[in-house]
Nanobody
Framework: QVRLVESGGGLAQTGGSLRLSCAAS????????TAWFRQAPGKEREFVAV????????RYADSVKGRFAIARDNAKNTVYLQMNSLQPEDAAVYYC????????????WGQGTQVTVSA
């Protein structure tokens, strides 16, 4: 198992930016497909972005395309989520998740970091 710890959440104004970090320990995150999910109050958890083990394959939810960017730094065992042009609807708890290639589901999750966007 790989241990994941998110950081970088906080309060941003509408149109502002935040960068979330997902730091891994215990195993090399370079061996894991890593994704960001988010969950707003009263809503189901939703997919935000995913990056492959080596980084060339990246996918985004339609709601964040063109505004968010996922990247990985394997030397730092960390995956990032750069969030620009934040909107009130982006407010949520953001979770980092990882899985081995071929796994059915994500079985490694962080504790989450809160993102609040003021109007």
């Amino acid at each position: 198992q790989v241990r994941l710890v998110e950081s970088g959440g906080g309060l941003a104004q509408t149109g502002g930016s935040l960068r979330l970090s997902c730091a891994a320990s215990g195993r090399s995150l370079s061996n894991y497909i890593t994704a960001w999910f988010r969950q707003a109050p009263g809503k189901e958890r939703e997919f935000v972005a995913v990056i492959s083990t080596s980084g060339p394959i990246i996918r985004y939810a339609d709601s964040v395309k063109g505004r968010f960017a996922i990247a990985r730094d394997n030397a730092k065992n960390t995956v990032y989520l750069q969030m620009n042009s934040l909107q009130p609807e982006d407010a949520a708890v953001y979770y980092c998740a990882a899985k081995i290639y071929g796994a059915v589901s994500y079985d490694n999750w962080g504790q989450g970091t809160q993102v609040t966007v003021s109007a």
